[in-house]
């Protein structure tokens, strides 16, 4: 299979070229500066160009749908640069609640989130990446901007999650029901124990003993206390919140519609069902005609989201740097004294929705900047429907999401972590976090008060009190051993990290910083779709 055949090769230079990018940036006519002299700095298309002809379908020519279905590549590059872009006074930015950004705390947390104009302005490390950043005030103690690396993973992984929940509780109604007899299930999926739940021979639900979801059995892994479902409802309220740019969307705004709500499939294949689950009501969906009439307008068009959603949903994994002997036995370490109880390392999707995943692991040959090399491999099929480019469609096979270490499930870990919130309530159950990148993203903590592994390790307690203790009596050279694993998890600049996509020339030593000597990720390889002008 190679996409590239169909592309004539003075195209594929033009693409690689034009890829390179920093963390934020802004369009070259706005910076006026030619991006094809500067391709590391700014981006070529304006907004309206990226925006194209809107959310549309696969049938219509340069929308975003027509995209994500027939060249899924360029629509993840053109949501990575979306991500990077500063966004201007004049395209909505800000205020984020009103002018005066005053009101009620309690009841409008964007009153304490710091305005950016940029997405990679909270997640903009390392270097050209949905990485992590610094913190963001949502809660008094302040939150740390966590790494967005493998996050089309997570909320697959959460989905499956939630729907094989609900099929152990419908199976488990369904034969207390035939036999008129109570029945108690074990709520056990992919591994993970979300406590159990007895049914009544009437078929009354006992959710009483279920453990580390709600009773709705939504499995929410976005923002650290498990609040939000899907990419996109974390993308919009992010736009709102810490941009004050507001979207209307077909897709949220549908499915959340108060008197005809319908089931919804964004464009990166997340069903929303209204009947099963309450997500959340863009503010712009109920904007009148009149914006001065209640100060409410959409400044985003629906497709900048559509590219944002479909570029997070394929983003990279974390990798994995060199593994020593000591590093080795630290993670045995981890899983003698229950670390993996809690922080479990391998998880499973059944239907993969991605289109490619990138394998980034320690390569001190292939390597050539950071002794990283990742290589890509494409999970679509090719599928012709007599248009001019066929679709690109995920094949849906199943993946083993390796070195998540997290079970998505909530734990109450002890009142070192517990947070207070701005009505004077406490918060005490958090998402496990993943450690997947942890070697990269000191301080630690989900409100980033740890100042290294070692400390926020001492720091755990409640359900993870007995593997602290176990870790505490372990020798120095057993600590250093666990930490010596835990910091192979690292993040990368993809702008910097040779692929099988761009390997780089390792004979030049001499102009190692330029892009095609050093190597990088560059989808732009894998376009479909001929363009006049480069992304």
Known sequence: MNIRKKIPITFIICSLYSTYTWSQLVECDQAGIDGQDIPNGCIIKSLEDQIGTGHGDENTEGSAVYLIKRDPARSIRRGRQLFQRKFTLAEGHGPRVNIFSDGDITTNRAIGAGLSDSCASCHGRPKGSAGFGGDVVTRPDSRDAPHLFGLGLIEQLADEMTTELRQLRQETVDQALSTNTSQTRSLRVKGVRFGRITVNGDGEVDSSEIDGVDADLRVKPFFH???????????????????????????????????????????????????????????????????????????????????????????????????????????????????????????????????????????????????????????????????????????????????????????????????????????????????????????????????????????????????????????????????????????????????????????????????????????????????????
Not at 397 to 411: G, T, W, Y
Not at 489 to 506: E, K, M, R, Y
């Open 225 to 535: 206390q498990g609040g939000t479902a899907s990419i996109r409802e974390f993308i919009m309220g992010a736009f709102k919140d810490e941009m004050g740019l507001q979207a209307w969307d077909p897709v949220l705004c549908n499915a959340t519609d108060p008197q005809n709500p319908q089931i919804q499939t964004s464009p990166s294949g997340f069903v929303y069902d209204p009947s099963k689950d309450n997500f959340e009501r863009p503010v712009a969906c109920d904007a009148s005609e009149d914006p001065d009439e209640d100060g409410i307008t959409s400044e985003i068009n629906p497709a900048v989201v559509d590219h944002m959603e479909f570029y997070l949903l394929n983003y990279f994994k974390p990798g994995q740097y060199k593994v020593t002997g000591e590093a080795r036995r630290g993670q045995q370490l981890m899983q003698q004294i229950g670390c993996l109880g809690c922080h479990t390392q391998n998880l499973r999707i059944d239907s993969d929705r991605r289109v490619a995943d990138v394998e980034t692991v320690y390569d001190p040959v292939k390597g050539i900047f950071n002794d990283l090399y990742a290589t890509a491999s494409t999970r679509f099929d090719i599928v012709d429907d007599g248009q001019a480019y066929p679709k690109l469609l995920p094949q849906e096979q199943p993946f083993l999401v390796e070195n998540i270490f997290s079970d998505l499930k909530r734990h109450d870990l002890g009142p070192a972590f517990h947070e207070r919130d701005f009505d004077g309530s406490v918060v005490t159950e958090f998402v496990t976090e993943p450690l997947w990148g942890v070697g990269s993203t000191a301080p630690y903590g989900h409100d980033g008060r740890s100042i290294n592994l070692d400390s926020v390790i001492r720091r755990h307690g409640g359900d993870a009190q007995q593997s602290k203790r176990r870790y505490e009596r372990l020798s120095e050279r057993g600590q250093a051993q666990i930490q010596a694993f835990l910091q192979t998890l690292v993040l990368f600049p993809p702008d910097d990290t040779a692929s099988n996509l761009n390997p780089g020339d390792a004979s030049n030593n001499q102009d190692v910083q330029e892009p095609d000597v050093h190597g990088t990720i560059n989808l732009g390889a894998l376009f479909q779709i001929e363009e006049e002008s480069p992304e």
